[in-house]
């Protein structure tokens, strides 16, 4: 690869010098001329455009409403820059007019309404978006993956976010917490400082399965720590509110999408770092092109670097990433892709802080660390996927993902404190733990999706099967108590030792699914979208469990479970759509109803209604929803027993509004408001109704000065604020109060290669707890004011 990226510069650079010797003229040929690699399936004709942009750098200039109902049949191959624009307008009525080597306008042909006109000059690359964001320097895209296939924001019928690559990067997002934590309705529950160990709660229920690139992952409570390095990804898509159709059993509060970046047709090479407060360190590199002469095979590599001391005392955290991915063009319609990625997470992290049985939290120095000074972390995660993607001629794909992943915790041995304060003294207890962790999963997804003519008018239709297989090793041992002191904690010092791991769970389990889903043209403004799953699930486990009380062997069978969705689509106008949806999941329990055998599944429902709207030609998306969500059939504890039955409920209701993208080339935007209530209709201990804030809100704001005097700079800066969040423990109240946090930037870019910013966050220095729990612990401190100076090249 080194010798093939090595001639790719030299040609490159010889290109170059040689055109701009010829002059403008023999400069616009050699530009017309110059081969690339594309890969562009069939569709809308404006996103087929915005893709062609995305790999030449041309610009392409056309108002929207040129292009508005055309399609592209797509493109696949090496072809000169002319010849590829030309194929993806056949059919079109529209033609290329070249101005120079960097901007095309687009003229109708003539026997077109009789005339030969010009078209005005709006960019096409900013103004119409395909899925990929890398490069396009939006806060939003052309179209989401998420629900197999490409739709479009304001054709989904639920509340969706993305998160762009350029977004990932103005922010500093180098972790999957880092990007949910700005994302509209969602909250973070900490579980630890110097490490990723968190949960994603959405609509006031945890996040327990990931999807990448539309294949399902597990992930809930220590299961988020092994999420890569957000460098290895194009964008970070959600989707709020249940998603069984597409996802299988899960929580009812929504899916998070992870979409890789993919080889791309022509070499580019670009590199970060990163150096901030509290001697935080990050670094990547990501180098991709052609392999072969003809571009039929690609390849990309991603590495990434950090290593970051907390801003509590001793927590820290290294964390190694490196990620490969070929792709070879069977034809120029399949294309065979084989990847994969490692990534290794070792820290010493701190497990929050004790509070008094008042329920008065602590008022210490956020530094203080009042665990073992060998607390250690050592986890390590291997993946690896295939896929065969096919486009097919009427514009439909399919498409057959295979992925692999094993997380093994080899080491985790830490203390964390489990005993109040004393108010007097500041005495407490810390109880120590050795664990061990090991998960494998295995996921496969195959689905074909293409249009259908019926009744005079064109419907689309899905067809899908799934499959995921989980094996789980938990052990552990310990439960020794020591005392501390945290007004004093330099006089902590707790010993090591190595407890045997004789209790814990393991468990194995198998769901098979077919989904599918049709949409319905019905006439010119409404879209009558039926879906449906059936899902086959078996698990088997082994509970040796002390501290929880459960010894068991539970076994749980399901047998051709059906998953109904439901959803019309009114098509105000071009750019504003009207949804109304109803959207379910399905999720196994593994708490015992006696015997061996455990509780009926929980089952959520979800009624949504919305507006959602493009500005700008699709630059900028709003939207705006109300929804309630019922999960019903929630494990219950009866008496005093160590059994249980599904009788709790809990109710999820409110409304959201978010506006994300482009207000011009240079000015972007993402601001997002959620209103969540949640209610039990029992006494079931439910910690989301109270960690999630009924009050929450994101803005971020960037922009860049293209010319004048400030010609380079940019400026940007945002808020996050939340309302007051609490926990009971034993009719006690413990709670954190409303917050803001700002955040405040500043950059420049040197020329079109190497930029740099400097970002403050918690400008204000506010001083608030993140998340609070109990007296005994797992209280955290957010992070003080802190800078980092990002500096960032590209070729």
Do not use: C
Request: aromatic share 12%.
């Amino acid at each position: 690869m080194k010798t093939t990226a090595t001639r790719a510069v030299l040609g490159l650079a010889i290109a170059l010098g040689s055109t701009a010797l010829a002059g403008p003229g023999h400069a616009l040929a050699a530009a017309q001329a110059q081969v690339y690699r594309f890969d562009i399936p069939a569709q809308p004709l404006d996103a087929a455009l915005a893709a062609f942009s995305a790999v030449t750098r041309v610009q392409v200039l056309v108002p929207g409403e040129f292009t508005q109902g055309l399609r592209s049949s797509g493109l696949s191959g090496s072809y000169p820059q002319d010849q590829a624009l030309a194929r993806l307008l056949q059919g079109t009525g529209l033609r290329a007019a070249y101005i120079d080597g960097d901007s095309v306008t687009l003229e109708r042909q003539r026997g077109v309404n009789d005339s030969a006109l010009q078209l005005g000059a709006v960019k096409i690359d900013s103004s119409q978006l395909g899925t990929t964001t890398e490069g396009t320097g939006s806060y939003t895209t052309g179209s989401l993956t998420l629900g197999k296939g490409e739709q479009k924001l304001k054709d989904i019928p639920q509340s969706v976010s993305v998160v762009t690559r350029q977004r990932l990067d103005d922010q500093n997002m180098n972790s999957l917490q880092d990007a949910m934590r700005q994302v509209t309705g969602t909250t973070i529950k900490s579980y630890n400082t110097g490490s990723n160990l968190n949960d994603v709660y959405m609509r006031g229920f945890p996040v327990d399965m990931v999807q990448v690139d539309g294949v399902t992952q597990p992930t809930g409570q220590g299961d988020m720590a092994t999420a890569f390095d957000l460098a290895m990804y194009d964008r970070v898509e959600v989707l709020r509110g249940p998603s069984g159709l597409y996802q299988g059993a899960g929580e009812p509060g929504g899916t998070i999408n992870l979409v890789r970046k993919r080889a791309l047709g022509q070499f580019a090479l670009s590199g970060e770092l990163s150096a901030g407060t509290y001697d935080r360190y990050h670094s990547t590199v990501d180098v991709t092109g052609p392999l072969n002469s003809d571009g039929s095979l690609r390849g990309r590599f991603v590495t990434a670097y950090e290593n970051n001391q907390a801003f509590v005392d001793y927590a820290q955290n290294e964390r190694p990433m490196m990620y490969g991915r070929l792709e070879y063009d069977l034809s120029p319609a399949t294309t065979l892709t084989l990847g994969g990625a490692y990534q290794r997470n070792k820290s010493v992290p701190a497990f929050g802080l004790p509070a008094y049985d008042s329920g008065k939290l602590l008022d210490v120095k956020r530094s203080t660390f009042v665990d073992a000074k060998w607390n250690e972390l050592d986890e390590r995660v291997w993946e690896s996927f295939f896929e065969v993607d096919h486009a097919l001629d009427d514009g439909g794909q399919f498409k057959t993902s295979l992925t692999y992943r094993d997380a093994e915790a080899p080491t985790r041995n830490f203390t964390w404190t489990d005993g109040s304060v004393n108010p007097e003294t500041g005495a407490s207890s810390a109880v120590a733990y050795n664990y061990y962790t090991h998960i494998k999963t295995l996921g496969l997804d195959s689905f074909v999706t293409r249009p259908f003519e019926a009744f005079g008018r064109t419907h689309e239709l899905t067809l899908g099967a799934d499959y995921q297989h989980v094996d789980k090793d938990f052990r552990y041992g310990g439960r020794e108590y020591f005392d501390i002191n945290v007004f004093d904690p330099g006089s902590i010092n707790i010993p090591k030792v190595d407890y045997a791991m004789d209790n814990g769970n393991s468990s194995k389990s198998n769901q098979y699914g077919v989904y599918g889903r049709t949409k319905i043209s019905a006439n010119d403004w409404l879209d009558v979208i039926l879906g449906s799953r059936v899902i086959w699930f078996d698990s088997d486990g082994h509970n040796a469990n002390p501290f929880f009380n459960e010894f068991s062997d539970p076994h749980s069978s399901v047998r051709r479970k059906v998953i109904p969705y439901g959803a019309l689509v009114a098509k105000l106008t071009p750019e504003l759509s009207a949804y109304a949806s109803y959207t379910t999941v399905y999720k196994p329990q593994t708490q015992m109803a006696g015997g061996n055998s455990t509780v009926d599944p929980r089952e959520g429902k979800q009624y949504e209604l919305g507006l959602k709207r493009e500005f700008f030609d699709g630059r900028l998306n709003g939207s705006l929803s109300v929804f309630r969500i019922y999960d019903e059939n929630r494990a219950q504890q009866i008496g005093q027993t160590p059994f249980y039955e599904a009788q709790a409920k809990v109710r999820s209701q409110g409304w959201e509004t978010e506006l994300s993208g482009n207000l011009t080339d240079n000015w972007s935007l993402s601001t997002g408001y959620a209103f969540t209530r949640l209610e039990s209709g029992s006494q079931a201990d439910y910690q989301g109704i109270s960690i999630t804030p009924k009050h929450n809100f994101n803005v971020w704001t960037r922009y860049a000065f293209a010319d004048g005097p400030l010609e380079g700079f940019s400026v940007g800066g945002g808020v996050r604020v939340v309302s007051s969040t609490y926990y009971t423990r034993n009719q006690v109240d413990f709670v954190q109060g409303g917050y803001s946090v700002a955040t405040a930037q500043v950059g420049y870019r040197f020329n079109k290669h190497l930029s740099a910013t400097l970002t403050a966050n918690n400008l204000f220095d506010r001083v608030y707890y993140e998340r609070v729990d109990s007296a005994w612990g797992s209280n955290f401190y957010g992070e003080p004011r802190n800078l980092t100076l990002k500096l960032r090249a590209t070729y």
